[in-house]
Nanobody
C-alpha cells in the first residue's frame, strides 16, 4: 500500500483558514479527506479525481472548502476557510488508484490507502 503523508493541522481561532496537505508515495487517481471526532463516525469532507474530471464536497461545507493539487510535488491540498469550532476533528487523507465515480467518492470503503490523520482544533 502507498503511504500518505499528511500535514497542516493545528490550533486556529474561529474564522481562520487552514490548508491541509496530503502527499501520496505513489500516483493516485482519486484523493479524499474525511474527518472524525471522538464517538462519531468518520465523515466525508471532500474528494477529487487527480485528472481534474470530478470533485465532490460535503454539502454543508460548500463555499468554505476547496481542493487543489500540485503535480510536480504529487501533493493534494484541502483549503478550509472561515473555520468554526464544529470543524474541530482529526482529518484523514484517503486515496485510491482508480477514478471513482462521483457517487462513490464519499464512501470510505472505496479507499485503500489512508494517512495517519492530522488534528485540526478551532478554538478561541
Amino acid at each position: 500500500q502507498a503511504q500518505l503523508v499528511e500535514s497542516g493541522g493545528g490550533l486556529v481561532q474561529p474564522g481562520a483558514s487552514l490548508r491541509l496537505s496530503c502527499a501520496p508515495s505513489e500516483k493516485m487517481n482519486t484523493v479524499a479527506w474525511f474527518r472524525q471526532v471522538p464517538g462519531k463516525e468518520r465523515e466525508f469532507v471532500a474528494a477529487f479525481r487527480w485528472n481534474g474530471s470530478g470533485t465532490r464536497y460535503l454539502d454543508s461545507l460548500k463555499g468554505r472548502i476547496t481542493t487543489s493539487r500540485d503535480n510536480a510535488k504529487n501533493t493534494a491540498y484541502l483549503h478550509m476557510n472561515n473555520l468554526t469550532p464544529e470543524d474541530t476533528a482529526v482529518y484523514f487523507c484517503a486515496a485510491v488508484k482508480s477514478n471513482l465515480i462521483i457517487s462513490s467518492m464519499a464512501n470510505p470503503r472505496f479507499y485503500d490507502n489512508w494517512g495517519q490523520g492530522t488534528q485540526v482544533t478551532v478554538s478561541s
